[in-house]
Every structure is written in C-alpha cells, then in structure tokens.
C-alpha cells in the first residue's frame, strides 16, 4: 500500500477525492492536511473532518496555511457554496490534532522512506514542508497535483485556481526535484458530472459516503463553460491517477509558472519541447471518463 498525504481545501471535488482516496485498498491514508483556499480556513478544516469523520476513519485531519505566501486569499464560494460543500451538511467530525500542517507533513517523512503527496488544493502547505527541510524531499515518491492549465484559467483567463491561489508554492513542487504529475483542466475538463452520471452513482446504493458524495455533485452548478451540460470533478482525478493509471495517457514536460502580473498563476506546459529546457513533470492528457466514473462508484461504495 502507498503510503499518502492528502493536502486539501474541501471545497466540494475535494470531498470526493478524499472519499476515493480513503475507500481505496491500495491507498494507505496517513494525514490529511488543510489549507483555506476554496472556502476560508475555519469551513475547509470543519469540512475535512467532517468527511473523514463519515468515513469512519481515524486519519489524523490537521490545519494549515489560511492564505498564501504572497498576496491576497480569495476563496471560491460561486462554485462551491458558502459551506464548501454546496449546501451537504455532515455531521461534525472528530478534532483536528494539534500542530501545524508543514509540521506534520514533515513529520510523516521523517518517519517513512517514501511517501506519496496529493496536492488538490493551493500548494502551500507541502511547499512550507518541503521549503523548511528539503532533504526531506528524498523521501517524496511522487507529488501528484490537481493545478494548473495549459489553455485558459478558471479564476483568472490565464490561471487555474490552486496554481493562482499560491503559485510561489507550486513553484518550489515543481523544483524540488521529485516526480511531479499534474492533473490540469484540460484533463479534468474530461472527467464532467452529469446528471446522468450521478444517478448511476446513487443506483448503486452505498452508505452515507456515497450518498453525501451524490448530494454534493448535484449541488455543484453546470458550468457555462461545459454549456451548462454539467461540471468537471477536478479532485478525484489526481487520486485516480494513483489507483487506475491505465485510464489516462500522459505526456512528459516543462512546466514554469508564472508568479507576477496578469498572467499570475499561469502555467506555462511545455507539450512539444519548444524551451528545451529538461522536463520537470508528467502531464496526465486523457482520461477515460466511464472507467473513471466506474472507478469512482465502485470504490465510494465500500464506504460507510
Ligand atoms: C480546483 O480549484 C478548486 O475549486 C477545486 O477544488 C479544485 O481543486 C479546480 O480549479
Ligand atoms: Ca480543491
């Protein structure tokens, strides 16, 4: 089993993916820890354990950064809800354990040769670990990130949300010289929730996991962008990479971001070698949307 971190904002996606993550026998969940970034602090840490709490797991959930590095926090509330969870009350989970994320992450390295980060939020709370004792960084397996874009943004018209939210992080992810995997837009973009797609996730008839996970996605506006046919489930895609890699085709590349001015957060992928500069990250480019689906009920179904 891959030893992992899961580093998040919940923030509606967020919450599936940290079902999927939970749910998946090959996955061993150590700490999840939390960043504001969707929605503010106080509801993305109330949320995370919350979710882990309806999981009946007993993942330590530990609080982080509340904004970035650098500039201004601004959360996501149009997508997501004032709650983060698109209006899905869950039951309150247990305590956060004490201490700060960059701490904890840490820690986990400290003790365990390779672990596994999953970054589906803004990058600043693996970025304080890794920034604060990089030799910890020869313990990183992978980083498998949901960030960026390589056509347009969504918060900005050049930046993806958690690349925007702190790009001074992502930038030490994508520096520090271990295998990073970027699940961007244009991947996500692949993986959107229908109503049809919800109802074969309710046919299946899980627990409260599967049903809050339900209730979420169709809380969850359609996107104009998607021509209001539904909404991309950005989060899980990260995970699912881990547990299904043959359901995507990926492509190896240089990705710089960009920290200033009005293309702040903008990452710049470079798909056909243009720069020549040496390749810094593994691009997941296609994903096999049934067989993500499948693989998302299929697992949300173990659970409680
Ligand atoms: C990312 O930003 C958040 O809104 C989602 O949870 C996802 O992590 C998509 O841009
Ligand atoms: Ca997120």
Request: glycine residues 10%; charged residues 20%.
């Amino acid at each position: 089993r891959r030893v992992c971190v899961i580093d998040t904002d919940p923030g509606t996606d967020d919450a599936v993916a940290l079902w999927l993550a939970l749910a998946a026998p090959s996955l061993d969940v150590r700490l999840v820890t939390v960043a504001g970034g969707n929605v503010g602090l106080d509801h993305t840490l109330r949320n995370a354990r919350a979710i882990v709490g309806l999981a009946g797991r007993d993942v330590p959930v530990v609080a982080g950064a509340d904004g970035p590095l650098l500039g201004a926090f601004r959360s996501e509330t149009q997508v997501h809800g004032a709650d983060g969870l698109a209006g899905v009350a869950l039951p309150e989970g247990p305590p956060p354990k004490p201490g700060i994320a960059a701490d904890a992450i840490r820690a986990l390295l400290r003790a365990e040769p390779r672990v596994t980060l999953i970054g589906i939020g803004p990058a600043t709370n693996l970025a304080l670990a890794l920034a604060t004792e990089p030799a910890l960084a020869g313990r990183v397996e992978e980083i498998v990130l949901m960030t960026g874009a390589w056509a347009e943004g969504n918060i900005t018209p050049s930046a993806e949300f958690n690349a925007w939210s702190d790009p001074e992080s992502l930038a030490v992810l994508l520096e520090c010289g271990r295998p990073v995997t970027l699940a961007t837009l244009e991947l996500t973009a692949q993986a959107l929730v229908t109503p049809a797609r919800i109802a074969a996730l309710r046919a299946r008839g899980g627990g409260a996991c599967l049903d809050a996970a339900a209730h979420i996605m169709a809380g969850v506006p359609a996107s104009r962008r998607f021509a209001h046919r539904g909404h991309p489930l950005h989060d899980p895609c990260a995970v699912a990479w881990l547990l299904a890699p043959g359901l995507f085709a990926t492509r190896d590349v240089h990705v710089h971001v960009e920290c200033a001015g009005v293309a702040r957060g903008r990452t710049v992928v470079d798909r056909w070698d243009r720069s020549g500069v040496a390749h810094n990250a593994r691009l997941l480019e296609t994903l096999d949307a049934d067989g993500f689906f499948t693989l998302l009920g299929e697992n949300l179904a173990t659970l409680p």
